[in-house]
């Protein structure tokens, strides 16, 4: 992605991972039934395996958030951006976005989402990066797209813009969807934290990283969250 004279604040960009935390947790806890439970649960979990969750999705389809503060519904036009379209509608299907966070919601700008609660799940899909695709439709008032720090990184994380956003569409973020019902839940979300830390009130990022879900409602109990996202044709 090209900064040049624009702050990076008005970028949405990606929460990224230290490679120390690539890896599950392997240490500590009582031996026998209580890990064999646990390898049960990562065996059962798809969320657990990014590379086999590579589905085609269909040429139009919808996501229903229903969220903190009220339910809002996506419209996805794959030819818009299909490789965005089928992530996003691979991590739908299998309840990724479950439980997330909207951890940085700015005012007049944009509510991004997209860290899963779940630091282990999290650490897998931030190595799972998706390759570009060209920015066909703009990053009006309502549109949905991926962040990135930069080309070939977009993985899990999410952004709604509250405005027209058109600016950021020659910086390659490339919207896949819109919002054809709720825009006025999305306007809703809470946006008293501002940007991360140090330029805002919001998380800081290494804390969910590193705790998730737990770190978030611990230290941010406004935050809203996506209750569940389901496909719904």
């Known amino acids: 992605m090209k900064t040049k004279s624009r702050s990076s604040a008005l970028h949405p960009l990606p929460v990224l991972l230290p490679a120390a935390l690539f890896a599950f947790a392997g240490c500590g806890g009582d031996a026998g039934s209580e ?8 065996a059962d979990n798809p969320l657990y395996r990014p590379a086999e969750l590579v589905e085609t ?11 903190s503060t009220g339910d809002f519904v996506v419209e996805v036009t794959r030819a818009w951006a299909p490789i965005g ?3 996003f ?16 919601v700015m005012e007049g700008f944009m509510a991004q989402f997209g860290m899963h609660g779940d630091p282990q799940i999290n ?28 080309p070939g990184t977009r993985t899990t994380q999410l952004f709604i813009n509250f405005v027209d956003n058109s600016r950021l569409d020659p910086d390659g973020f490339a919207p896949f969807g819109t919002v054809i019902e709720g825009m006025d839940v999305v306007d809703r979300i809470h946006s008293g934290y501002g940007a991360l830390a140090p330029r805002g009130n919001g998380p800081i990022h290494q804390n969910i990283v590193a705790r998730g879900n737990e770190y978030l409602d611990e230290d941010f109990p406004e935050l809203d969250h996506v209750v569940s996202a389901t496909l719904v044709n």
């Open 35 to 42: 890990n064999e439970a646990d390898v049960d649960a990562v």
């Open 57 to 67: 999705a269909p040429e139009t389809f919808q996501a229903r958030f229903e969220t």
């Open 85 to 87: 379209a089928d992530r």
């Open 89 to 104: 509608y691979n991590l739908v299907k299998n309840g990724y976005y479950d439980g997330v966070h909207f951890f940085r």
């Open 123 to 150: 650490a897998l899909w931030s190595r799972a990066r998706i390759e570009d695709d060209p920015v066909v439709a703009s990053n009006t008032r309502g549109t949905i797209t991926f962040a990135m720090g930069g």
